[in-house]
C-alpha cells in the first residue's frame, strides 16, 4: 500500500515521495491494527531524528492518525473491533500514516469521541498535547497567573490559549500581522461568557510597539508568570529573515520573566550567557524546553501521556478546544501539502 516518506539527499535537501511500503501482517499481542480515517502532517524534524540515531533512507510522514479498530492482538484490554481512536505513531515507526492500515502498539491510543470529527481528532492531538507539556507539565499553571503565548495565531499558540483561559489564567499573546491580531481578538470561549479570551494582543510587526514594555504594563511592573516561546534570537547581530524578525531577543523574555516565573522554550539552540542566568537566579525562574517527542520516545509515564490525550479529546467534544485546521487535502496532493507544512507556509 502507499505512504508518504521523507527522503534527505546528499545535499541536506528534504524531498517528500509517495511510495509503496509493506505493513506487517502478524499482529503483536498487544498491537491494534487501525484502518487509518485521516492524518496530519507536521514538520519532520530531521535533525531529531539524527540525534537520536534513527535516521534511515527515508522516514515516514504523517504520525497523528484517527481510524477505526479492524484486529487487535490476543492480549490487547483497552480495544475492541469497530472502535474509534487517534493516536501519535512512535518516531522509530516504519509506516506512514498515511498508509490505508496502521500496526501500533494500544498505549499509544486512546478512545475518539463520538462527536469529534476525523479531521479535528487528527489536526488537534498533536498541538494539544504540546499545550498540556507546555503549561501543566513544564510550566505547572495555575489559576490567577498570567501567561504570554508568543505567536499565539499559530494552531499551537491557539489551542495553549484556550487551555489556559479555560484554566482561569490571565493571557497575552503576540501577533505577526494585522490579520492575526484581528482574528485573536475575536477568540471567544464556545461556551459561557462571551468575552475575549485575551486580555492583551500585542502586535510584534509593529516597530514602535515594545512587548516588555506592554507586558510589564498589564502586570503592574511584576512581569508574567508564564512565557511560551515560538523560538527566540539569540544575538543583536543575529542576520535575520522575515519570519526571524518578529521573534523577541533572549534578553526581552528574561526581562519581562516576574519573580518564580516559569520560561517554556521551543529554541532547541537555545544559549544564555552568565549574565543571563544570573537573571534568572536573582528571579528565581526556571527554564524548560518543549519536546513533545519526550511521551513517545520514552517507556516512562506512559499513564501520563494517555490520561493527557484522553483530556485532549474531552475538550475538543466539549468545544473548549477549537484547533485551526485547514481542509483536507487527497494522498495524491500529500507530497506539495507536506513540501509547504515543511517550509512553514501553511498549517
Not at 93 to 106: D, Q, R
Not at 198 to 206: E, K, M, P, Q
Not at 228 to 247: F, H, M, N, R, T
Request: hydrophobic letters at 40%.
Amino acid at each position: 500500500m502507499k505512504g508518504l516518506f521523507c527522503r534527505l539527499s546528499d545535499s541536506e535537501e528534504v524531498k517528500f515521495v509517495i511510495q509503496e511500503t509493506d505493513v506487517p501482517t502478524t499482529i503483536g499481542n498487544h498491537q491494534v491494527k487501525v484502518q487509518v480515517k485521516g492524518c496530519a502532517l507536521s514538520p519532520v524534524d530531521i535533525k531529531l531524528y539524527n540525534d537520536l540515531k534513527l535516521q534511515r533512507d527515508t522516514v515516514p510522514v504523517g504520525r497523528e492518525i484517527v481510524g477505526t479498530v479492524r484486529q487487535v492482538g490476543p492480549k490487547v484490554t483497552f480495544f475492541q473491533p469497530d472502535d474509534e481512536v487517534v493516536g501519535i505513531l512512535p518516531l522509530d515507526t516504519e509506516v506512514s500514516g498515511l498508509c490505508n492500515t496502521v500496526l501500533i502498539h494500544e498505549q499509544l491510543l486512546v478512545p475518539k469521541p463520538e462527536k469529534v470529527s476525523w479531521v479535528s481528532a487528527a489536526g488537534a492531538v498533536r498541538d494539544g498535547l504540546r499545550a498540556y507539556t507546555a503549561l501543566h507539565t513544564l510550566a505547572h499553571m495555575a489559576v490567577g497567573q498570567t501567561l504570554l503565548v508568543l505567536d499565539g495565531a499559530s494552531p499551537f499558540g491557539v489551542l495553549a490559549i484556550q487551555l489556559a483561559h479555560y484554566h482561569g489564567v490571565k493571557v497575552l499573546a503576540t501577533a505577526h500581522s494585522p490579520d492575526d491580531l484581528k482574528f485573536l481578538e475575536q477568540l471567544r470561549p464556545s461556551v459561557g461568557t462571551r468575552e475575549s479570551l485575551l486580555a492583551r494582543v500585542i502586535g510584534v510587526w509593529d516597530a514602535k510597539v515594545d512587548l516588555v514594555e506592554t507586558c510589564l504594563e498589564e502586570t503592574g511592573g511584576l512581569g508574567v508568570d508564564i512565557v511560551i516561546d515560538a523560538g527566540v534570537k539569540l544575538y543583536d547581530e543575529e542576520p535575520e529573515s522575515q519570519q526571524k524578525q518578529q521573534l523577541p531577543h533572549k534578553h526581552d523574555i528574561i526581562t519581562l520573566l516576574g519573580v518564580g516565573g516559569h520560561w517554556v522554550t521551543m529554541e532547541d539552540n537555545l544559549q544564555l550567557d552568565p549574565p543571563d542566568t544570573h537573571s534568572l537566579f536573582l528571579k528565581a525562574a526556571s527554564l524548560s524546553f518543549l519536546n513533545d517527542e519526550v511521551w513517545t520516545a520514552s517507556a516512562a509515564r506512559e499513564g501520563r501521556y494517555l490520561h493527557i490525550l484522553r483530556d485532549v479529546m474531552e475538550k475538543l467534544s466539549t468545544g473548549t478546544f477549537r484547533p485551526l485546521v485547514e481542509e483536507p487535502v487527497p494522498l495524491y496532493e500529500a507530497t506539495v501539502s507536506m513540501e509547504m507544512v515543511q517550509k512553514k507556509q501553511t498549517i
